[in-house]
């Protein structure tokens, strides 16, 4: 590995790093409005900068019908969730409810609470794989029809879940879904922009991204993927205000954010296709930890993801022999490895997705080093 190279093992910062020379290309965007100048009222078809292109370049990266930026992934649910439940819901078409898997991100569930509705949750199977078992979501749309007698409003998946990096039966969820007439939501806000995705494949009928998390994007920026009848719900115009998208209150990024993610999608476009090379890197660091440190992986096998959680009762007894929580975030950081949560010993999450195989090596030999050595001396420096 590189003297001058920092290694950053964040899951949730990994996938979001800009490319260095579209960096320098963001300074003259820095300020607030600095898109808006040619605009003629809708941010979406704005072609001085080139938004308008922008979004057809998405709506062909994501296969859907219809692509809106967003501030993120948590947004572009809540803008989903809460036309929906006026189209539905208020009319008395649809239960107030989101049927959701057992591994949703809490974004999604404040996403619901915000939109008046209640969640129910699908099973998972047990430690340590936490898989989200498709068939539970024909249970409990069943029951949710025999409590309210009417179907829930909408079902939520998310591909892979923040926890454990699990890809659920896409496919699977959706024919289920779709044979109550119930319209799917996807959180893809670890895969859109990391692997290639196609919402038409899937069958559902919504998807949201993250740029700041999987597109290589400064951030807040997310994207909004739409297939089918409900884009009339959802991107709905004002009737006072001609031309202005009611959910998405006219307009929605400005400045650097979307102007980084103009630039940056044709880099996204290639670095999808070396998606099964990441999951290489991911196998064989998890094996290693495995095998030589003996931390437990959790989460489904084989690896499909980048996003690796583990159990680690040596790094755990450490802290409790050494009296410091901290000591593995402070060993890293003199190696140059960042992204560990400081104090947090009894598990570690990382992303493997920045790693090359001499920087795989680097980061499990460190772990290697820095676990015997605590082992055998505690605070000592020998």
Not at 18 to 29: N, T
Request: charged share 30%; with cysteine; net charge positive.
């Amino acid at each position: 590995m590189s003297q001058k190279k920092v290694l950053l093992v964040d899951p949730i910062r990994s996938g979001g790093v800009v490319p260095d020379g579209i960096k320098r290309e963001l300074l003259e965007y820095l300020d607030g409005y600095s898109t808006c100048l040619y605009c003629t009222g809708d941010l979406h078809e704005l072609r001085k900068p080139n938004i308008k292109k922008l979004v057809e370049s998405l709506e062909e990266f994501i296969d859907c019908d219809y692509v809106r930026l967003v501030h993120g992934a948590r947004e572009g649910m809540f803008t989903v969730m809460f036309a929906m439940f006026k189209e539905y819901v208020l009319k008395g078409a649809r239960a107030p409810v989101v049927v959701a898997d057992g591994n949703a991100h809490y974004t999604s569930i404040l996403a619901a609470e915000r939109s008046m509705l209640d969640v129910v949750f699908t099973a998972t199977t047990e430690h340590p794989e936490y898989c989200v078992v498709a068939e539970d979501y024909e249970k409990k749309i069943s029951e949710v029809e025999r409590e309210h007698g009417k179907p829930p409003l909408l079902a939520l998946v998310t591909y892979p879940d923040g926890y454990y990096g699990n890809l659920p039966e896409l496919k699977r969820i959706v024919d289920i879904c779709k044979s109550h007439g119930v319209p799917v939501l996807i959180n893809a806000a670890y895969a859109i922009g990391r692997m290639k995705f196609s919402l038409r494949d899937t069958g559902a009928d919504f998807v949201v991204g993250s740029g700041h998390k999987s597109m290589a994007c400064t951030g807040p920026i997310g994207v909004l993927g739409i297939v089918g009848r409900e884009a009339e719900i959802v991107l709905r115009k004002s009737k006072f205000k001609e031309g202005k998208e009611v959910e998405l209150l006219g307009c929605t990024v400005r400045g650097a954010p979307a102007i980084c993610l103009l630039k940056v999608l044709p880099y996204l476009k290639k670095r999808v296709v070396k998606w099964d090379a990441k999951v290489n890197i991911a196998r064989y660091v998890a094996d290693r930890l495995e095998k030589e440190l003996e931390f437990r992986l959790l989460g489904e096998r084989p690896r499909r993801h980048d996003l690796l959680h583990f159990e680690t009762p040596r790094l755990y007894e450490i802290s409790v022999k050494i009296r410091d929580r901290f000591f593995l975030y402070k060993e890293l950081k003199k190696r140059k490895i960042i992204g560990i949560k400081p104090g947090i010993t009894k598990r570690m999450k990382i992303s493997t997705y920045l790693l090359e195989k001499e920087d795989a090596n680097y980061f499990v030999d460190s772990l290697v080093e820095i676990v015997e050595r605590f082992e055998k001396y505690g605070f000592t420096n020998r």
